[in-house]
Nanobody, 120 residues
């Protein structure tokens, strides 16, 4: 099993910055990708950013140029740096780990989520 723990959420003013962290533990050999999703009230969960095993990244258009994702592979940690925050970035942010194709690994794993609130 893989256990994901997020930290760093909180309240930030519009235009401000925040950095979220997600630490993975357990059977980390099951991890292929690490990324962040978010879910705002009344909306579906959406992909924000992901870093692939080889180090390449994907950033959603809605946050491109403002958010960055980085991965500390040796320490099994992924970070989401949020700059130029907007009120529409307010959501619960979830860490996600994509599982490797193995019978002993799950398809993916989720953290418990961390609230980010951007005030106008």
């Amino acid at each position: 099993q893989v256990h994901l723990v997020e930290s760093g959420g909180g309240l930030v003013q519009a235009g401000g910055s925040l950095r979220l962290s997600c630490a993975a533990s357990g059977d980390t050999t099951c991890i292929s990708t690490l990324g962040w999703y978010r879910q705002a009230p009344g909306k579906e969960r959406e992909l924000v950013a992901v870093v692939f095993g080889g180090g390449s990244t994907y950033i959603a258009d809605s946050v491109k140029g403002r958010f960055a994702i980085t991965r500390d592979k040796p320490n099994n940690t992924v970070f989401l740096t949020m700059n130029s925050s907007k009120p529409e970035d307010t959501a619960v942010y979830y860490c996600n780990a994509g599982g490797v194709a193995s019978v002993r690994c799950e398809y993916d794993y989720w953290g418990q989520g961390t609230q980010v609130t951007v005030s106008s």
